[in-house]
């Protein structure tokens, strides 16, 4: 698929992403067929967000994030404004109550800058409150991507502005959605699935019953990532969903430290060696044959082991730089 067929299919605003990138690589004819009736019109909008420092990255390029590739409903492209290298270091997603109390604020921006200090990439939406926290800790100390669900073109809320061309200048601002699209309700809960497919952790904040950071924690579930929360005050309600998270089971964060350790990661973001790396990294490369390439399934259905728990596995060792990543989301063993 060429880079404008991939573009074409992200200006489709109904185009149903559950199963996508299997029926990309199958070659879906309705697909290809949807594409191409648009392809002009995407190289015109890709040419004019190029004009304003916006670029998109296809679901087939070699940097689109790994990650995403295997949640279930992933994007045809991202649109972005940053350094892709902000992709590269493994990623915690922060979120919480966008009415946030001066406590939860405190706790974000420590968190965020605690993590980013540690080589740890922070993710989160953009928002009022504990993300637009968590963000601007990160940058006190490295970076940070953030999420969201509307152009890039179109900021909301909008005096978040500054803050996102602030983290633009050292990271990344994401979108699925092409530039000009309006940020309308629906399209938050949506994106949270992106926050949560490119973190290795989501890490709630003082988040009530309602909260939609709760969504975030959902998907987070459903794609295989650890979930974990900030205990709160009792008394005032707006902890009751972190609490809730909490008591079937996500772990309880009160500093950086307890997120890095259940991570198994360590300085500048690394992985820390453990018995399962040790046992399961190198008989993962005897699967893979120099020189061939392999997407996530194959490598699944050789090794036995489902592609969420083997995704980071596989990233550990492109970190390592054993590994690397080319066309299409597919891993290629270095000689």
């Given at each position: 698929?060429?880079?404008?067929?991939?573009?074409?299919?992200?200006?489709?605003?109904?185009?149903?992403?559950?199963?996508?990138?299997d029926?990309?690589?199958?070659?879906?004819?309705?697909?290809?067929?949807?594409?191409?009736?648009?392809?002009?019109?995407?190289?015109?909008?890709?040419?004019?967000?190029?004009?304003?420092?916006?670029?998109?990255?296809?679901?087939?390029?070699?940097?689109?994030?790994?990650?995403?590739l295997?949640?279930?409903?992933?994007?045809?492209?991202?649109?972005?404004?940053?350094?892709?290298d902000?992709?590269?270091?493994?990623?915690?997603?922060?979120?919480?109550?966008?009415?946030?109390?001066?406590?939860?604020?405190?706790?974000?921006?420590?968190?965020?800058?605690?993590?980013?200090?540690?080589?740890?990439?922070?993710?989160?939406?953009?928002?009022?409150?504990?993300?637009?926290?968590?963000?601007?800790?990160?940058?006190?100390?490295?970076?940070?991507?953030?999420?969201?669900?509307?152009?890039?073109?179109?900021?909301?809320?909008?005096?978040?502005?500054?803050?996102?061309?602030?983290?633009?200048?050292?990271?990344?601002?994401?979108?699925?959605?092409?530039?000009?699209?309006?940020?309308?309700?629906?399209?938050?809960?949506?994106?949270?699935?992106?926050?949560?497919?490119?973190?290795?952790?989501v890490?709630?904040?003082?988040?009530?019953?309602?909260?939609?950071?709760?969504?975030?924690?959902?998907?987070?579930?459903?794609?295989?990532?650890?979930?974990?929360a900030?205990?709160?005050?009792?008394?005032?309600?707006r902890?009751?969903?972190?609490?809730?998270?909490?008591?079937?089971g996500a772990?309880?964060?009160?500093r950086?430290?307890?997120?890095?350790?259940?991570?198994?990661?360590?300085?500048?973001?690394?992985?820390?060696?453990?018995?399962?790396?040790?046992?399961?990294?190198?008989?993962?490369?005897?699967?893979?044959?120099?020189?061939?390439?392999?997407?996530?399934?194959?490598?699944?259905?050789?090794?036995?082991?489902?592609?969420?728990?083997?995704?980071?596995?596989?990233?550990?060792?492109e970190?390592?730089?054993?590994?690397?990543?080319?066309?299409?989301?597919?891993f290629?063993?270095?000689?």
């Amino acid at each position: 698929m060429t880079l404008d067929e991939a573009v074409a299919l992200s200006l489709i605003p109904d185009l149903p992403r559950r199963g996508l990138i299997d029926r990309l690589r199958a070659g879906d004819p309705s697909l290809t067929e949807a594409a191409r009736r648009l392809t002009d019109t995407a190289r015109a909008v890709r040419e004019r967000a190029a004009a304003v420092n916006i670029h998109v990255l296809p679901w087939n390029h070699p940097r689109f994030p790994a990650p995403l590739l295997v949640i279930p409903d992933p994007p045809p492209a991202l649109w972005y404004r940053g350094t892709l290298d902000a992709l590269d270091a493994p990623a915690v997603a922060i979120v919480g109550s966008r009415a946030a109390s001066p406590m939860a604020l405190e706790t974000a921006t420590q968190l965020g800058g605690d993590l980013a200090q540690r080589g740890i990439t922070v993710v989160s939406g953009l928002a009022r409150g504990v993300d637009s926290a968590a963000h601007r800790g990160a940058l006190r100390a490295g970076r940070t991507i953030g999420v969201l669900g509307s152009g890039i073109d179109r900021m909301y809320p909008p005096e978040h502005e500054d803050l996102a061309f602030e983290i633009a200048r050292a990271g990344l601002v994401l979108s699925e959605y092409p530039p000009g699209t309006a940020p309308l309700p629906f399209q938050f809960p949506q994106r949270n699935r992106l926050i949560s497919g490119l973190s290795r952790a989501v890490v709630v904040i003082e988040a009530s019953e309602k909260s939609g950071s709760l969504i975030t924690a959902s998907c987070a579930l459903e794609q295989g990532r650890e979930v974990m929360a900030v205990p709160g005050n009792v008394l005032t309600g707006r902890n009751r969903g972190a609490h809730a998270l909490i008591r079937d089971g996500a772990k309880i964060v009160e500093r950086a430290d307890d997120i890095v350790e259940e991570l198994a990661l360590g300085c500048a973001g690394a992985p820390v060696a453990s018995a399962e790396s040790t046992t399961s990294g190198d008989p993962l490369l005897r699967l893979i044959r120099a020189g061939e390439p392999y997407d996530l399934d194959a490598l699944a259905g050789l090794s036995g082991v489902d592609g969420v728990r083997l995704l980071p596995r596989l990233l550990d060792l492109e970190l390592a730089g054993r590994v690397h990543r080319i066309e299409g989301g597919r891993f290629l063993r270095r000689i």
